[in-house]
């Protein structure tokens, strides 16, 4: 049932405060608010009252360790009782140190162990393309430095050469990575195939220009650069 609300960007931070803990990560979440913000009032067709409709748009949080400003974002949406987040990571709670799809409304998946939710957005775009729901993005936000793992590798390179446009990647680039990309992470991704845009994680506008492109041929990533936070992945 959606939950009218209105909620606005400038209200996210207060509800993130809302949330307390020693799991919060509170700066690995707060570096994907404007994405998640942005992807939910400007691009993605979603809603609370569509959570079950085949025909929505699909968005994946590989980055839950922090999922606080996706709680926030939920929220504001109607997807979630503002109520709900005072109780964050409480033993009876819906609202996990990871999200769960089981429990929490919108939810797509849970995540939080880092490297899964880029093949697993890869296998949701070819199982909507099986059942003909052609019309349907599948929108996977992931973080810089969970693409050391090679399970992602492996999911650029297959969608990259299968040509899935209905496939975007949102990277999270706060420098963290203890490896990092020779020629950058866009590099990586446009050698397998991909079109990408670079732009300033904190420029809603630029944030709506690159996640609003679309391609029938390819898949798009988008790398969000925001400030570097040592350790907070």
């Known amino acids: 049932m959606a939950i009218k609300t209105d909620y606005q960007y400038a209200d996210l931070r207060p509800l993130m405060t809302r949330m307390t803990g020693d799991e919060k990560h509170d700066s690995a979440a707060t570096s994907t608010l404007d994405v998640l913000w942005v992807l939910y009032d400007q691009v993605l067709s979603v809603g609370p009252d569509r959570v079950d409709d085949p025909q929505r748009d699909r968005f994946l949080l590989s980055k839950g360790h922090g999922p606080t400003a996706y709680y926030a974002v939920l929220a504001a949406k109607g997807f979630l009782d503002p109520a709900e987040l005072d109780r964050f990571g409480e033993f009876d709670s819906r609202l996990g140190f990871h999200p769960d799809r089981v429990l929490v409304p919108g939810v797509e998946i849970g995540s939080g162990s880092l490297g899964h939710g880029l093949p697993l957005a890869l296998g949701m775009t070819l199982g909507l393309r099986a059942r003909g729901l052609d019309r349907s993005r599948v929108v996977v936000l992931v973080g810089d ?68 492109a679309t391609f029938t041929d390819r898949p798009l990533a988008v790398v969000a650069e925001v400030e570097p936070r040592g350790g907070n992945r």
Do not use: K, Y
């Open 145 to 212: 430095a969970e693409l050391d793992e090679g399970s992602n590798h492996e999911a650029i390179q297959v969608a990259g050469r299968w040509g899935l446009g209905r496939l975007t990647t949102v990277v999270i680039d706060n420098r963290s990575s203890s490896t990092g990309w020779p020629g950058g992470i866009a590099d990586r991704f446009v050698r397998e195939g991909w079109a990408t845009r670079v732009v300033d994680g904190r420029d809603q506008t630029a944030l709506h220009q690159a996640l609003s």
